[in-house]
């Protein structure tokens, strides 16, 4: 039996007509004020005109480390991180192979992790090195 | 503001107690020994600040917990506040005693810390936050904060392993001699690199253990002070500067610098008119062996980059002119979230009196403070991180 697909975080990503990932921010309309996760008062100007706005798909790997020793549900080792997409700093879990500090990545839409129950998907950052 | 005294400490050792004491007990016998040490009646006490990050007695986050501890040893009816700030809890319920004294409005208080981890549901799987059930769900574990930290310090400064892990060599060698440790055994470089893995790069020994335990402070008016005595302890001790900074949200977050912690220590140095060069002994929130290296350097023992340098000039031993960690810090002490702000109370007031037998740094007179909580992302994904700063002197 197929295990049924559960979106996790899905405040902080949206899909594109195509069906592509992006984190989405927020941008407001008055001031111009941008900021992660969405929200729906500005930060700065404390009004309510503010719009989705989606980040960067392609970013920089700020730091990430390897898990070994894994919460509940997660099976080690996997690898998370922070990377800078546009003038944001946002976690993430990172795949590809042997990713480093300053390496660039792609967000993309992957397992997260697999549960007895559920198969769970959201953003991932996919690193790749720069000629690739 | 009126000058504040500490009038006594008193702590468990930190251990895993399990079945042995509730985290009511820890309270309880933690309280009881601050009473005694001030010399006080229990009558005493007209307010109460009770910090615990994680635990009341049925393990979950309900509130209560300071009434629970503080109606078996019959002193009821004052105001209790509950203080719940990440692993800052035990600092910032200091801070609230200090402040209701400070005010005016009381000349006695108590500040209480306790947690108990041992016990927790998932025992044995890395510890979660609340707050944090959104990265949660995306794989983050607390310590991969001082992970990411270390990992970035050693890109930015081509800082090594060997160098965090003498962290864990210092302090651990000092908790050899303090009774009120969890782990008392020193080790060595090996020792610690060669522990299993937690979070790359941090090891087993290069991380603070799970434990138990309860510390707590009187504090009071100097009138008060003065009609009390010293309790045959060899100086009064004075609470001179109480700093306590939420993060700062900002685009690009620097995992190295911490803003909360910079101006925690801003705030304490200047209510106190001292320096970082003032301070001759400190008990600082080495949770993982990096995070005494980035808090060197954010309160502001030594410049950006420098951490590692301080370290290995030996200044920082107990033998070193800012001695830090004597206790043995969260790494070889232990570290029960909420009760470790009060822990270094504890700590630091018997150093200032010249009571810490056996670990004992050279007369110092000035002592710093500092727990750092919360997490550079999240509730829910903003910032965090809670930082306490408390300056004592005799």
């Known amino acids: 039996m197929n295990k049924p697909i559960i979106n996790v ?13 992006y984190v989405v921010g927020g941008k407001c309309a008055d001031c111009g004020e941008e900021f992660f996760p969405m929200q729906h008062y500005c930060q700065n100007c404390l009004g309510e005109n503010v719009n989705e706005m989606p980040l960067p798909r392609e970013g920089v790997l700020y730091s990430l480390t390897t898990i070994t020793r894994a919460p509940a549900g997660f099976e080690a080792p996997y690898k998370i991180g922070f990377a800078d997409l546009g003038d944001f700093r946002i976690y993430g879990m990172i795949y590809g192979d042997n990713p480093k500090i300053g390496d660039k990545i792609k967000v993309e839409y992957d397992v997260i992790r697999e549960t007895e129950d559920a198969i769970e998907k959201g953003y991932i950052y996919r690193a790749y090195k720069g000629d690739e | 503001m009126r000058d504040v005294y500490v009038a006594g400490v008193g702590m468990t050792r930190f251990k895993k107690y399990r079945d042995e004491k509730s985290v009511i007990d820890l309270g309880i016998e933690a309280s009881i020994k601050a009473i005694k040490d001030a010399g006080i009646d229990k009558n005493d006490i007209e307010t109460a600040y009770c910090g615990h990050a994680r635990t009341g007695r049925l393990l979950g986050r309900e ?63 890395p510890l979660t936050s609340d707050g944090l059930e959104l990265l949660s769900s995306m794989g983050f574990t607390p310590p991969t904060q001082y992970a990411q930290v270390a990992l970035r310090y050693m890109h930015e400064y081509g800082a090594t392993k060997e160098d965090f ?49 309860g510390a707590a402070a009187i504090l009071c008016s100097e009138k008060f002070m003065k009609k009390l005595g010293n309790n045959g302890h060899s100086c009064a001790i004075k609470a001179t500067g109480v700093g306590l900074r939420s993060g700062v949200f900002g685009k690009h977050r620097d995992y190295l610098e911490v803003k909360a912690e910079q101006m925690a220590a801003s705030d304490a140095y200047e209510m106190a008119g001292l320096g970082p060069e003032d301070i001759d002994v400190a008990e600082v929130h ?28 030996g200044r920082t031993e107990i033998t070193g002119d800012i001695a830090v960690n004597p206790s043995g810090g969260l790494l ?39 727990c750092s909580g919360g997490f550079s992302e999240s509730p829910e994904l903003g910032e965090s991180q809670i930082t306490s700063v408390i300056l004592l002197q005799k």
Not at chain 2, 347 to 354: A, D, F
Request: aromatic share 6%; net charge negative; charged share 20%.
């Open chain 2, 63 to 125: 509130g209560g917990v300071g009434q629970g501890i503080l109606w078996r040893i019959g002193i009821t009816g004052i105001p209790v506040t509950g203080v719940s700030n990440f692993c800052a809890s035990g600092g910032n319920a200091f801070r609230e005693a200090w402040i209701s004294v400070a005010s005016g409005m009381y000349d006695v208080a108590i500040a209480i810390g306790v947690e108990k981890l041992s016990e927790r549901r998932e025992a044995g799987k």
């Open chain 2, 286 to 313: 080495d949770a993982f062996t990096p995070g005494e290296i980035i808090h060197y350097e954010n309160l502001g023992f030594c410049g950006k980059g420098e951490g590692i340098d301080l370290l290995k000039s």
């Open chain 2, 332 to 370: 070889a002490k232990g570290h029960p979230l909420g009760a470790t702000g009060l822990g270094q109370i504890a700590e630091l007031v018997w150093q200032l009196r010249g009571e810490a037998t056996g670990r004992q740094v050279e007369n110092p007179k000035v002592a710093l403070a500092h």
């Open chain 2, 165 to 213: 892990a003498l962290v864990a060599v210092k302090n651990k060698k000092n908790a050899v001699n303090n009774p009120y440790a969890q782990y008392r055994k020193a080790v060595t470089v090996e020792e610690v690199l060669n522990s299993p893995i937690i979070v790359e790069p941090l090891t087993l020994l290069s991380s603070c253990p799970i434990g138990d335990g």
């Open chain 1, 9 to 21: 975080a899905t405040e902080l990503y949206r899909f594109d007509d195509k069906d592509d990932i």
